[in-house]
Protein backbone atom coordinates (compact mmCIF):
# COMPACT_ATOMS: atom_id res chain seq x y z
CA UNK A 1 0.00 0.00 0.00
CA UNK A 2 1.31 3.71 -1.23
CA UNK A 3 1.83 5.88 2.04
CA UNK A 4 0.66 9.03 2.58
CA UNK A 5 2.30 12.07 1.71
CA UNK A 6 2.37 13.42 5.16
CA UNK A 7 5.17 14.44 7.89
CA UNK A 8 3.73 13.33 11.61
CA UNK A 9 5.85 14.33 14.59
CA UNK A 10 5.06 12.43 17.81
CA UNK A 11 6.86 14.33 20.97
CA UNK A 12 7.38 14.04 24.62
CA UNK A 13 9.35 15.43 27.43
CA UNK A 14 12.27 13.34 29.16
CA UNK A 15 10.87 14.60 32.35
CA UNK A 16 8.19 12.44 33.91
CA UNK A 17 6.25 15.11 35.22
CA UNK A 18 5.64 17.02 32.41
CA UNK A 19 4.81 14.04 29.95
CA UNK A 20 2.02 12.26 29.06
CA UNK A 21 3.91 8.80 27.37
CA UNK A 22 7.15 7.61 28.03
CA UNK A 23 9.38 5.72 25.91
CA UNK A 24 7.89 2.85 25.00
CA UNK A 25 4.93 4.57 23.92
CA UNK A 26 6.62 7.12 21.79
CA UNK A 27 8.03 4.06 20.17
CA UNK A 28 5.04 2.06 20.04
CA UNK A 29 3.03 5.08 17.88
CA UNK A 30 6.18 5.14 15.68
CA UNK A 31 5.59 1.76 14.86
CA UNK A 32 2.04 2.45 13.89
CA UNK A 33 2.53 5.68 12.20
CA UNK A 34 4.77 3.92 9.56
CA UNK A 35 2.89 1.93 8.10
CA UNK A 36 0.91 4.74 6.77
CA UNK A 37 2.63 7.58 6.51
CA UNK A 38 5.72 8.79 4.09
CA UNK A 39 7.78 10.46 7.25
CA UNK A 40 7.40 10.06 10.87
CA UNK A 41 9.72 11.37 13.45
CA UNK A 42 9.82 11.12 17.33
CA UNK A 43 11.16 14.21 19.43
CA UNK A 44 11.52 15.04 23.11
CA UNK A 45 11.04 18.86 23.77
CA UNK A 46 12.31 20.33 27.34
CA UNK A 47 13.55 23.06 25.92
CA UNK A 48 12.54 26.25 23.64
CA UNK A 49 15.24 26.06 21.28
CA UNK A 50 14.19 22.38 20.66
CA UNK A 51 10.65 23.99 20.17
CA UNK A 52 12.19 26.25 17.93
CA UNK A 53 13.66 23.24 15.73
CA UNK A 54 10.59 21.72 15.72
CA UNK A 55 9.28 24.26 14.36
CA UNK A 56 11.36 24.97 11.34
CA UNK A 57 11.13 21.24 10.34
CA UNK A 58 7.26 21.89 9.08
CA UNK A 59 5.43 19.25 10.26
CA UNK A 60 1.85 18.32 9.07
CA UNK A 61 1.05 17.60 12.19
CA UNK A 62 2.42 16.69 15.78
CA UNK A 63 1.55 14.35 18.10
CA UNK A 64 1.40 15.78 21.37
CA UNK A 65 2.82 13.86 24.20
CA UNK A 66 3.69 16.52 26.48
CA UNK A 67 1.87 19.89 27.51
CA UNK A 68 4.41 22.96 28.39
CA UNK A 69 7.85 23.29 28.22
CA UNK A 70 9.75 25.08 31.32
CA UNK A 71 11.17 28.23 30.53
CA UNK A 72 13.70 28.56 33.25
CA UNK A 73 14.13 24.71 34.77
CA UNK A 74 16.73 26.26 36.93
CA UNK A 75 14.13 27.78 39.06
CA UNK A 76 12.04 24.48 39.15
CA UNK A 77 8.45 23.07 38.25
CA UNK A 78 6.26 25.58 40.05
CA UNK A 79 8.29 28.61 39.26
CA UNK A 80 9.51 28.74 36.17
CA UNK A 81 7.45 30.39 33.86
CA UNK A 82 5.64 27.79 31.09
CA UNK A 83 4.92 27.92 27.77
CA UNK A 84 2.01 25.97 26.12
CA UNK A 85 3.31 24.25 23.10
CA UNK A 86 -0.09 23.76 21.77
CA UNK A 87 -0.16 27.44 21.90
CA UNK A 88 3.00 27.87 20.29
CA UNK A 89 2.02 25.64 17.43
CA UNK A 90 -1.20 27.59 16.52
CA UNK A 91 1.07 30.56 16.68
CA UNK A 92 2.77 28.84 13.87
CA UNK A 93 0.33 27.13 11.61
CA UNK A 94 0.93 23.70 12.47
CA UNK A 95 -1.52 21.29 13.31
CA UNK A 96 -1.94 19.01 16.17
CA UNK A 97 -3.54 16.20 18.07
CA UNK A 98 -6.21 16.43 20.83
CA UNK A 99 -7.71 19.72 22.32
CA UNK A 100 -6.27 23.56 22.18
CA UNK A 101 -4.58 25.16 24.80
CA UNK A 102 -7.67 26.61 26.70
CA UNK A 103 -9.11 23.26 27.15
CA UNK A 104 -5.62 22.03 28.42
CA UNK A 105 -5.08 25.08 30.96
CA UNK A 106 -8.75 24.24 32.12
CA UNK A 107 -7.65 20.13 32.56
CA UNK A 108 -4.91 20.96 34.40
CA UNK A 109 -6.65 23.35 36.67
CA UNK A 110 -8.59 20.41 38.17
CA UNK A 111 -10.67 23.92 40.37
CA UNK A 112 -10.90 25.94 37.88
CA UNK A 113 -12.61 23.30 35.25
CA UNK A 114 -14.85 21.90 38.09
CA UNK A 115 -16.48 25.17 38.81
CA UNK A 116 -17.08 25.71 34.84
CA UNK A 117 -18.65 22.31 34.99
CA UNK A 118 -20.51 23.51 38.17
CA UNK A 119 -21.68 26.47 36.55
CA UNK A 120 -22.83 25.10 33.32
CA UNK A 121 -25.33 23.52 35.23
CA UNK A 122 -23.99 19.44 35.53
CA UNK A 123 -23.14 17.79 38.45
CA UNK A 124 -19.86 17.98 40.39
CA UNK A 125 -18.94 17.48 44.17
CA UNK A 126 -19.06 20.37 46.50
CA UNK A 127 -15.57 22.07 47.34
CA UNK A 128 -13.27 24.65 48.44
CA UNK A 129 -9.71 25.62 47.60
CA UNK A 130 -6.86 25.55 50.43
CA UNK A 131 -4.27 27.84 48.74
CA UNK A 132 -0.55 27.86 49.74
CA UNK A 133 0.25 30.26 52.46
CA UNK A 134 -3.26 31.11 53.47
CA UNK A 135 -5.07 29.75 55.97
CA UNK A 136 -7.75 27.01 55.66
CA UNK A 137 -10.79 28.71 54.92
CA UNK A 138 -14.24 28.26 56.90
CA UNK A 139 -16.38 25.64 55.14
CA UNK A 140 -19.70 24.06 54.72
CA UNK A 141 -18.86 20.27 53.74
CA UNK A 142 -19.49 17.50 56.36
CA UNK A 143 -16.48 14.63 56.47
CA UNK A 144 -14.99 12.88 54.96
CA UNK A 145 -13.34 14.81 52.14
CA UNK A 146 -10.94 14.48 49.72
CA UNK A 147 -8.21 16.63 49.24
CA UNK A 148 -5.09 16.43 46.59
CA UNK A 149 -3.22 18.53 44.59
CA UNK A 150 -5.01 21.23 41.47
CA UNK A 151 -2.64 21.08 38.82
CA UNK A 152 -1.09 17.44 39.27
CA UNK A 153 -1.86 14.36 36.68
CA UNK A 154 -1.25 10.49 36.87
CA UNK A 155 -2.94 10.71 40.57
CA UNK A 156 0.27 12.00 41.96
CA UNK A 157 -0.63 13.43 45.44
CA UNK A 158 -3.24 11.07 46.05
CA UNK A 159 -2.75 8.39 48.71
CA UNK A 160 -4.41 6.73 51.53
CA UNK A 161 -4.25 9.76 53.61
CA UNK A 162 -6.44 11.79 51.12
CA UNK A 163 -9.80 10.57 52.42
CA UNK A 164 -9.85 12.66 55.76
CA UNK A 165 -12.22 12.42 58.37
CA UNK A 166 -11.55 15.36 60.67
CA UNK A 167 -10.45 19.11 61.28
CA UNK A 168 -6.63 17.68 62.30
CA UNK A 169 -6.23 15.28 59.60
CA UNK A 170 -7.76 17.99 56.81
CA UNK A 171 -5.02 20.39 58.26
CA UNK A 172 -2.05 17.82 58.19
CA UNK A 173 -3.22 16.84 54.69
CA UNK A 174 -3.90 20.40 53.18
CA UNK A 175 -0.13 21.15 54.43
CA UNK A 176 1.19 17.88 52.84
CA UNK A 177 0.13 18.77 49.66
CA UNK A 178 1.67 22.65 49.75
CA UNK A 179 4.98 21.13 51.28
CA UNK A 180 5.19 18.16 49.41
CA UNK A 181 3.84 19.14 46.08
CA UNK A 182 3.93 22.92 45.87
CA UNK A 183 0.53 22.94 45.14
CA UNK A 184 -2.67 24.64 45.96
CA UNK A 185 -5.00 22.17 47.96
CA UNK A 186 -8.52 21.16 45.91
CA UNK A 187 -10.99 19.90 49.08
CA UNK A 188 -13.94 18.17 48.08
CA UNK A 189 -17.31 16.52 49.30
CA UNK A 190 -15.50 12.49 49.25
CA UNK A 191 -17.37 10.51 46.93
CA UNK A 192 -18.04 7.08 48.06
CA UNK A 193 -19.43 5.57 44.96
CA UNK A 194 -18.10 3.46 42.09
CA UNK A 195 -15.51 4.93 39.57
CA UNK A 196 -15.64 5.65 36.06
CA UNK A 197 -13.43 6.46 33.32
CA UNK A 198 -15.03 7.64 30.03
CA UNK A 199 -13.39 7.73 26.73
CA UNK A 200 -14.72 10.88 24.57
CA UNK A 201 -13.88 10.35 20.25
CA UNK A 202 -15.02 12.24 17.74
CA UNK A 203 -16.58 9.70 14.73
CA UNK A 204 -15.09 10.29 11.21
CA UNK A 205 -17.16 11.84 9.11
CA UNK A 206 -19.52 13.78 11.40
CA UNK A 207 -19.22 16.65 14.64
CA UNK A 208 -21.01 13.53 16.71
CA UNK A 209 -18.86 12.20 19.93
CA UNK A 210 -19.28 8.62 21.10
CA UNK A 211 -19.15 8.23 25.06
CA UNK A 212 -16.99 5.29 25.95
CA UNK A 213 -17.50 3.69 29.97
CA UNK A 214 -15.61 1.63 31.46
CA UNK A 215 -15.33 1.14 35.23
CA UNK A 216 -12.19 1.11 37.80
CA UNK A 217 -12.15 -1.39 40.05
CA UNK A 218 -9.57 -0.03 42.40
CA UNK A 219 -8.40 -1.99 46.13
CA UNK A 220 -9.98 -1.17 49.06
CA UNK A 221 -7.44 0.38 51.42
CA UNK A 222 -6.73 -0.02 55.14
CA UNK A 223 -9.54 2.27 55.93
CA UNK A 224 -11.86 0.14 52.92
CA UNK A 225 -11.62 2.84 50.57
CA UNK A 226 -11.50 2.45 46.85
CA UNK A 227 -9.63 5.07 44.46
CA UNK A 228 -7.20 5.32 41.98
CA UNK A 229 -4.23 6.51 44.35
CA UNK A 230 -0.88 7.05 43.10
CA UNK A 231 0.15 3.44 44.25
CA UNK A 232 -2.63 1.49 43.06
CA UNK A 233 -1.86 3.13 39.43
CA UNK A 234 1.99 2.19 39.23
CA UNK A 235 1.37 -1.16 40.79
CA UNK A 236 -1.30 -1.33 37.81
CA UNK A 237 -3.88 -3.52 40.85
CA UNK A 238 -7.33 -1.74 39.74
CA UNK A 239 -9.32 -4.04 37.56
CA UNK A 240 -11.12 -2.47 34.12
CA UNK A 241 -14.60 -4.11 33.78
CA UNK A 242 -17.24 -2.82 30.79
CA UNK A 243 -20.60 -1.32 31.76
CA UNK A 244 -23.58 -3.36 31.23
CA UNK A 245 -26.28 -1.26 32.97
CA UNK A 246 -27.85 0.08 30.25
CA UNK A 247 -29.47 3.21 32.12
CA UNK A 248 -26.30 4.17 34.39
CA UNK A 249 -24.26 3.65 30.77
CA UNK A 250 -26.47 6.59 28.94
CA UNK A 251 -26.01 9.06 32.59
CA UNK A 252 -22.51 8.35 32.62
CA UNK A 253 -22.07 9.47 28.70
CA UNK A 254 -24.22 11.79 28.81
CA UNK A 255 -22.21 13.92 31.56
CA UNK A 256 -19.07 13.17 30.43
CA UNK A 257 -20.32 14.33 26.61
CA UNK A 258 -21.54 17.47 28.79
CA UNK A 259 -18.55 18.14 30.27
CA UNK A 260 -16.43 17.22 27.18
CA UNK A 261 -18.44 20.15 25.69
CA UNK A 262 -18.16 22.59 28.37
CA UNK A 263 -14.49 22.82 29.03
CA UNK A 264 -14.38 23.67 25.38
CA UNK A 265 -12.42 20.46 24.70
CA UNK A 266 -12.22 18.45 20.71
CA UNK A 267 -11.44 15.21 19.07
CA UNK A 268 -10.57 13.07 21.99
CA UNK A 269 -10.48 12.44 25.81
CA UNK A 270 -11.32 10.65 29.06
CA UNK A 271 -13.57 12.11 31.83
CA UNK A 272 -13.40 10.66 35.17
CA UNK A 273 -16.81 10.41 37.50
CA UNK A 274 -17.76 8.98 40.31
CA UNK A 275 -21.08 7.94 42.12
CA UNK A 276 -22.07 9.80 45.09
CA UNK A 277 -23.75 8.16 48.24
CA UNK A 278 -26.94 7.93 46.68
CA UNK A 279 -25.59 6.67 43.67
CA UNK A 280 -25.68 10.02 41.05
CA UNK A 281 -23.09 10.38 38.80
CA UNK A 282 -20.49 13.40 39.54
CA UNK A 283 -17.66 14.51 37.71
CA UNK A 284 -14.15 14.33 38.79
CA UNK A 285 -11.57 15.50 36.43
CA UNK A 286 -10.64 15.76 32.69
CA UNK A 287 -7.96 13.78 31.27
CA UNK A 288 -7.56 15.85 27.66
CA UNK A 289 -4.12 14.45 26.64
CA UNK A 290 -4.64 10.91 28.21
CA UNK A 291 -1.72 8.36 27.45
CA UNK A 292 -1.71 6.21 24.15
CA UNK A 293 -0.28 3.29 25.65
CA UNK A 294 -1.74 -0.58 24.55
CA UNK A 295 -2.79 -0.68 28.23
CA UNK A 296 -3.96 3.27 29.15
CA UNK A 297 -7.76 3.75 30.03
CA UNK A 298 -8.03 5.56 26.64
CA UNK A 299 -7.11 2.38 25.01
CA UNK A 300 -9.02 -0.07 27.52
CA UNK A 301 -12.22 2.35 26.76
CA UNK A 302 -12.01 1.91 23.38
CA UNK A 303 -11.63 -1.90 23.23
CA UNK A 304 -13.94 -2.82 25.85
CA UNK A 305 -16.78 -0.36 23.99
CA UNK A 306 -16.20 -1.11 20.51
CA UNK A 307 -13.36 -3.31 19.94
CA UNK A 308 -11.11 -1.23 18.20
CA UNK A 309 -7.83 -1.95 17.53
CA UNK A 310 -4.51 -0.71 18.97
CA UNK A 311 -3.39 0.60 15.45
CA UNK A 312 -6.67 1.77 14.84
CA UNK A 313 -7.00 4.47 17.86
CA UNK A 314 -3.58 5.71 16.85
CA UNK A 315 -4.30 6.25 12.83
CA UNK A 316 -8.15 7.66 14.23
CA UNK A 317 -6.38 10.33 16.66
CA UNK A 318 -4.10 11.36 13.80
CA UNK A 319 -6.88 11.33 10.86
CA UNK A 320 -8.77 13.44 13.69
CA UNK A 321 -5.73 15.98 13.89
CA UNK A 322 -5.17 16.37 10.05
CA UNK A 323 -8.61 16.82 9.05
CA UNK A 324 -9.91 19.20 11.60
CA UNK A 325 -9.93 22.50 12.01
CA UNK A 326 -8.95 24.85 15.24
CA UNK A 327 -12.27 25.77 16.65
CA UNK A 328 -13.12 23.37 19.70
CA UNK A 329 -16.39 20.95 19.50
CA UNK A 330 -18.83 21.84 21.82
CA UNK A 331 -21.38 19.64 22.31
CA UNK A 332 -25.10 20.36 22.79
CA UNK A 333 -26.04 18.01 25.40
CA UNK A 334 -24.24 20.20 27.62
CA UNK A 335 -27.01 22.54 27.90
CA UNK A 336 -29.95 19.83 27.82
CA UNK A 337 -28.66 17.32 30.41
CA UNK A 338 -30.86 17.86 33.84
CA UNK A 339 -28.64 17.07 36.35
CA UNK A 340 -27.67 19.24 39.29
CA UNK A 341 -24.85 20.90 40.03
CA UNK A 342 -22.63 21.01 42.93
CA UNK A 343 -21.94 24.39 44.54
CA UNK A 344 -18.90 26.23 45.46
CA UNK A 345 -18.08 26.80 49.22
CA UNK A 346 -16.14 28.87 50.83
Not at 21 to 40: C, D, F, H, P, S
Not at 54 to 78: C, H, M, N, Q, W
Not at 163 to 174: G, K, N, P
Amino acid sequence: MKKINKYIEVIRSSDPRLSAMNEGTQQAILAVLNKRYAKVGISIIDTMDELVALTAKSPDLVVLGTRFILLDAAKGYERSPKLWISGHFIEHGIAFTGSATGALMLEFNKHEAKQKVIDSGLRSSAYFMAKIGRPIPRHELTFPLFVKPTDLAGSEGVDEKSVVYSQIELEARVAAVHNIYGSDALVEQYLPGREFSVAVFKQHGSVAMRAMPIEILAPADAKGNRFLSEAVKHADSEKVISLTDIALRDTIGALALGVFGVIGARDYGRIDIRLDASGQPNFIEANLMPGLSDHGYLYRCLRLNSGMTYDDMIMSIVELGLRRNEKPLLSPVATTIPLLAGTRTW
